[in-house]
């Protein structure tokens, strides 16, 4: 059962209510958001182009575009190499799009000045390597410059360099330190990278395509263009921000904002088509940038190659469109029916346990590895704790079978520094706080599953999830006013998230199932003569749970439609459903349970 709690920014709220003279509730919500003055509110509300930092505050930024621009003036390639996945090819488009509306202006063929290469995720891995510089070398390639990769590529660079290829890095990944604490960094001409300390950029969290916008951006205002002339590339640095989760704060809030505005006002033509066949019609938002449109680019780069993903958003010609985008969505429908059954058997794998293990360690040969990932995430949600799923990985080390997988964590561990101890017993490992990729041999495999259990060390708090309030809200404060202050605060994603309340002794007016797998849960609570609808999705863990905490039978009586005397505490959060034409006010159950307080952190 997860652990509800109020934040506590109250004084904060208070200062920001009399500097700004917004309501209480709006104090608050900005407040838990890390908002404190007037002008970071105003701001906040009012996204702009002046929240967009000058490119060349970028140390190398000069040099880099000096490069770019005399390796163009001489007639000569550039070679993109991108990445497999959304933040990847997103960032890829743009500066595949930018640099070759720069080269036709200069009278250049586009297609000849400007080519791009993506990695194979299975053949190649992630990133740049040996193979693509070689690639390169043999087309006659000038200048290489990376994104979302390549502040790792130490091999790979230096082999450029041995082969007479300049490379400018464009990335957002973590730069290695060496022992005493300096940037170790593969060979290059220039790397743009906003984690470096020595970048001399003040926001740190851009993505991969936020940081080939700001390159694109620096080369157009050296040109002395007017900002409208790369406004349309706003809607891939868009898509890379959000689907790579990175916090919508600041710049990156400015990104998204304004790239959403670009969608919906005139969506690039590949974006169209990809939504007319998840057949959505609607306003794009960040939920369906992050569910719709996201996962079915990222299908290809899982299941095929990512370059049919940049294809769709490089054509021109609408039938080859139209082909692309129903390619790319049918492809991630195979890639959720494959992610479902995965999912289902790794969580008969978890329930055939008779004691949980701390940290979840997973063999699914059967799944693809591209897929590991994505389960490990759903496991680690059903169940709260860190999850790590292997399957065989096609190549072999000197003879010897190779696993590969991916892990997901929790708050309280973070999975890189817990793994890191035993590197040297991996084959490949790599990752961040709360996910990380790795291959192993697989003899060592139930070994490596012993020691990280063995490590963990978690409590049950650590192992308890933790639900954070804005507010304790009553179901009749649910109007058209607070969704007017709500739907100004979108976008919402990482470090803005979408307002939670919460709300105590609610009645029950209906209890149903509903969908293909009648996994959606329908509620129609009463509060003090108020009615409201609200959503459950995914809940058939969550009635499981409810069945062991409630009166026995209790569940099971409420879904066949008796009216019970019973109530549920509930954390929700407010939205819209739009339902043929008719748009009406409900709620998305974040938990629910039988009625108790909140505990207040």
């Given at each position: 059962?997860?652990?509800?709690?109020?934040?506590?920014?109250?004084?904060?709220?208070?200062?920001?209510?009399?500097?700004?003279?917004?309501?209480?509730?709006?104090?608050?919500?900005?407040?838990?958001?890390?908002?404190?003055?007037?002008?970071?509110?105003?701001?906040?509300?009012?996204?702009?182009?002046?929240?967009?930092?000058?490119?060349?505050?970028?140390?190398?930024?000069?040099?880099?575009?000096?490069?770019?621009?005399?390796?163009?003036?001489?007639?000569?390639?550039?070679?993109?190499?991108?990445?497999?996945?959304?933040?990847?090819?997103?960032?890829?488009?743009?500066?595949?799009?930018?640099?070759?509306?720069?080269?036709?202006?200069?009278?250049?063929?586009?297609?000849?000045?400007?080519?791009?290469?993506?990695?194979?995720?299975?053949?190649?891995?992630?990133?740049?390597?040996?193979?693509?510089?070689?690639?390169?070398?043999?087309?006659?390639?000038?200048?290489?410059?990376?994104?979302?990769?390549?502040?790792?590529?130490?091999?790979?660079?230096?082999?450029?360099?041995?082969?007479?290829i300049p490379v400018i890095i464009t990335d957002h990944h973590e730069i290695q330190e060496d022992e005493e604490g300096g940037e170790k960094v593969p060979a290059c001409v220039a790397y743009l990278n906003p984690h470096s300390k020595?970048?001399?950029?003040?926001?740190?969290?851009?993505?991969?395509?936020?940081?080939?916008?700001?390159?694109?951006?620096?080369?157009?205002?050296?040109?002395?263009?007017?900002?409208?002339?790369?406004?349309?590339?706003?809607?891939?640095?868009?898509?890379?921000?959000?689907?790579?989760?990175?916090?919508?704060?600041?710049?990156?809030?400015?990104?998204?904002?304004?790239?959403?505005?670009?969608?919906?006002?005139?969506?690039?033509?590949?974006?169209?088509?990809?939504?007319?066949?998840?057949?959505?019609?609607?306003?794009?938002?960040?939920?369906?940038?992050?569910?719709?449109?996201?996962?079915?680019?990222?299908?290809?780069?899982?299941?095929?190659?990512?370059?049919?993903?940049?294809?769709?958003?490089?054509?021109?010609?609408?039938?080859?469109?139209?082909?692309?985008?129903?390619?790319?969505?049918?492809?991630?429908?195979?890639?959720?029916?494959?992610?479902?059954?995965?999912?289902?058997?790794?969580?008969?794998?978890?329930?055939?346990?008779?004691?949980?293990?701390q940290v979840l360690v997973l063999y699914l040969p059967e799944v693809h590895e591209s897929l590991c990932g994505l389960i490990a995430g759903r496991i680690k949600d059903l169940f709260y704790r860190p999850c790590l799923v292997f399957t065989d990985a096609e190549e072999t080390g000197e003879g010897e079978n190779l696993v590969k997988g991916s892990g997901r964590s929790i708050e309280s561990y973070n999975i890189f520094e817990a793994l890191q101890l035993h590197r040297e017993d991996y084959v490949a490992f790599g990752g961040h706080a709360m996910a990380c990729g790795m291959t192993l041999r697989k003899k060592d495999l139930n070994r490596m599953k012993v020691m990280w259990n063995r490590d963990a060390k978690l409590s049950t708090e650590d192992l308890t999830p933790r639900i954070g309030l804005d507010a304790s809200l009553p179901l009749s404060m649910v109007k058209a006013p607070l969704m007017r202050i709500i739907d100004h605060m979108a976008p919402f994603g990482m470090k803005n998230p979408k307002p939670v309340f919460g709300a105590k002794n609610l009645s029950i007016r209906q209890f149903r199932l509903v969908g293909k797998n009648k996994t959606v849960l329908q509620i129609r609570f009463e509060d003090q003569g108020s009615f409201v609808n609200g959503v459950l999705f995914q809940a058939d863990e969550k009635l499981k749970s409810l069945e062991k905490e409630g009166p026995e039978g209790v569940i099971e009586d409420l879904l066949s439609g008796k009216d019970l005397p019973v109530t549920f505490d509930i954390c929700y959060q407010p939205g819209w459903n739009e339902f043929r034409g008719t748009k009406s006010l409900q709620i998305k159950l974040v938990d629910i349970r039988f009625s108790r307080g909140f505990s207040r952190s």
């Open positions: 059962m997860a652990d509800w709690y109020i934040k506590n920014h109250r004084q904060e709220a208070e200062r920001l209510k009399e500097e700004t003279g917004m309501s209480t509730l709006a104090s608050i919500l900005l407040a838990n958001r890390g908002i404190r003055t007037f002008e970071e509110a105003k701001t906040y509300f009012s996204p702009d182009l002046s929240g967009l930092h000058n490119p060349y505050l970028f140390q190398q930024m000069e040099s880099a575009v000096s490069l770019i621009m005399d390796t163009l003036s001489s007639g000569l390639s550039i070679r993109i190499v991108g990445d497999y996945d959304q933040d990847g090819v997103a960032a890829t488009t743009i500066l595949v799009k930018g640099l070759r509306s720069l080269a036709e202006e200069m009278g250049l063929d586009p297609y000849q000045a400007v080519s791009y290469a993506i990695p194979d995720r299975v053949v190649d891995g992630y990133g740049i390597n040996r193979r693509l510089v070689e690639e390169a070398k043999k087309e006659d390639v000038a200048l290489i410059i990376t994104c979302d990769n390549g502040i790792a590529a130490f091999d790979a660079l230096d082999y450029a360099q041995e082969v007479g020595n970048s001399g950029y003040p926001f740190p969290d851009l993505c991969g395509a936020g940081v080939a916008f700001k390159l694109i951006q620096a080369i157009y205002q050296e040109l002395g263009e007017d900002f409208a002339r790369i406004r349309p590339l706003l809607a891939y640095a868009c898509l890379g921000t959000i689907c790579d989760v990175v916090p919508l704060q600041g710049e990156n809030r400015v990104l998204a904002s304004m790239g959403l505005q670009v969608i919906n006002e005139k969506p690039d033509p590949g974006i169209a088509a990809l939504l007319r066949y998840n057949h959505w019609e609607r306003e794009v938002d960040t939920y369906v940038v992050g569910f719709i449109i996201g996962p079915s680019i990222n299908s290809s780069g899982r299941l095929m190659t990512a370059r049919l993903g940049v294809e769709l958003f490089l054509e021109d010609d609408p039938e080859t469109i139209e082909a692309y985008a129903a390619e790319l969505v049918a492809l991630n429908n195979e890639r959720k029916e494959m992610t479902r059954t995965g999912v289902e058997k790794a969580t008969d794998l978890v329930r055939s346990q008779s004691d949980l293990d």
